[in-house]
């Protein structure tokens, strides 16, 4: 915000808060154009046709679970020995 302070004249001891100076140089916030074109977007995918692969995904759902990762033995314990002689070192 300092530079918006330079072009409206004002210094830090003027006491003006800095939505104050936004709102008198006319600046939107990058949140509401970052809203605007996200509200822009989701029209154009809605009117495009069922088929097409944008609006397809916007309501897309996965079924089923997925993957829970790396298995552990069945005791809880990885023998990190048994795992470092797999394991060629040069």
Same mark, same amino acid.
Do not use: E, F, G, S
């Given at each position: 915000m300092k530079h918006l &302070? &330079?072009?409206a004249g004002y210094t830090w001891t003027d006491y003006k808060?800095? @939505?104050?100076? @936004?709102k008198e140089l006319k600046i939107t @916030?990058?949140?509401? $154009?970052l809203l605007e074109?996200? &509200?822009s977007w989701i029209q154009d995918v809605n009117r495009m046709?069922?088929?097409r692969v944008p609006r397809?995904? $916007?309501h897309y759902c996965p079924t089923g679970r997925r993957n829970l990762g790396r298995k552990v033995p069945d005791d809880g314990y990885i023998n990190v020995r048994? +795992? +470092?002689s797999t394991v060629e070192v040069k």
């Open positions: &302070r &330079r072009t808060t800095n @939505a104050q100076i @936004a @916030a990058i949140l509401d $154009k074109y996200k &509200r046709p069922r088929n397809v995904m $916007k048994n +795992l +470092l």
